[in-house]
């Protein structure tokens, strides 16, 4: 199923400190990053999000769920479900939430194989990482 020009789907890297975003290509295929936003204030995260998307026209929310190493949910997990209620409020989207363990940490061994300096890496690890989650969504569908 393809969508239309500007439809797309988001994925979201939730953390205490900043969120990373990335959306699809209209045709579903393809995660790329777009950058990152600041987590506070919680009540203007979706707008801030919004405003990055720009023209694109979500079609879909994923959301990194972080669950500990025996795959329960902790504190992190917590933090991102309220994110991504507060996100997908903003987009009128019901958040989709897949298992994102390692995500970040994968990315930035990638980043460091690419050859990336580490202040590089810190600066879109998680716009890297929110990419890296949606494609593992586009990927299921």
């Not at 998307?53 to 959301?63: A, E, Q």
């Not at 890496?121 to 494609?135: E, G, Y």
């Amino acid at each position: 199923m393809l969508g239309a020009p500007d439809e797309v789907w988001v994925g979201i890297d939730p953390g205490t400190v900043r969120c990373g975003v990335a959306s699809s290509d209209p045709s579903l295929t393809l995660a790329s990053p777009l950058g990152v936003v600041q987590t506070e204030p919680h009540a203007t995260l979706g707008s801030r999000i919004v405003q990055l998307l720009g023209p694109r026209s979500p079609i879909n929310l994923v959301i990194g769920l972080p669950l500990d190493q025996r795959g329960r949910e902790g504190d992190s997990a917590r933090l991102a479900r309220e994110l991504g209620a507060l996100i997908g409020s903003a987009l009128g989207l019901e958040p989709e939430y897949i298992d994102e363990r390692f995500t970040t940490r994968e990315t930035t061994l990638r980043q460091r194989e690419a050859g990336r300096k580490q202040k590089q890496i810190a600066q879109h690890v998680d716009a890297h990482a929110a990419a890296a989650i949606l494609q593992s969504a586009l990927d299921r569908r």
